[in-house]
Nanobody, 121 residues
């Protein structure tokens, strides 16, 4: 399984971005998570989606971020709205085969490279 994250960039506070995680060698049975790592901080879970599209969110992004998946395209999206400077980080997508989805790194077997999101005026 190979994952390719894209869609990062520079956006003003209050703006929106949509991140994409395109997967190869992937099936709809995989759970996918989005993690982020800000400078000087540990990587943290942002959101995840199970194989049957149950979603989970970290508290600070609830109501602002939405995760979705298009199994026909083997792609998972993270729509980010009302972005704040504290959302600035490198965002990573990851996947594992299993039930539900996890907001911690442990079960994730496959990782994409990061895509940088900078929220600044």
């Amino acid at each position: 399984v190979q994952l390719q994250a894209s869609g990062g960039g520079l956006v003003q506070p209050g703006g929106s971005l949509r991140l994409s995680c395109a997967a190869s060698g992937f099936t709809s049975a995989y759970a996918v998570g989005w993690f982020r790592q800000a400078p000087g901080k540990e990587r943290e879970g942002v959101s995840c989606i199970s194989s049957d599209s149950d979603a989970r969110y970290e508290d600070s992004v609830t109501g602002r971020f939405a995760i979705s998946r298009d199994n026909a395209k083997n792609t998972v999206y993270l729509q980010m709205s009302n972005l704040k400077p504290e959302d600035t980080a490198v965002y990573f997508c990851a996947a594992y085969s299993g039930f539900g989805c996890s907001m911690i790194q442990l079960p994730y077997e496959y990782w994409g490279q990061g895509t940088k999101v900078t929220v600044s005026s």
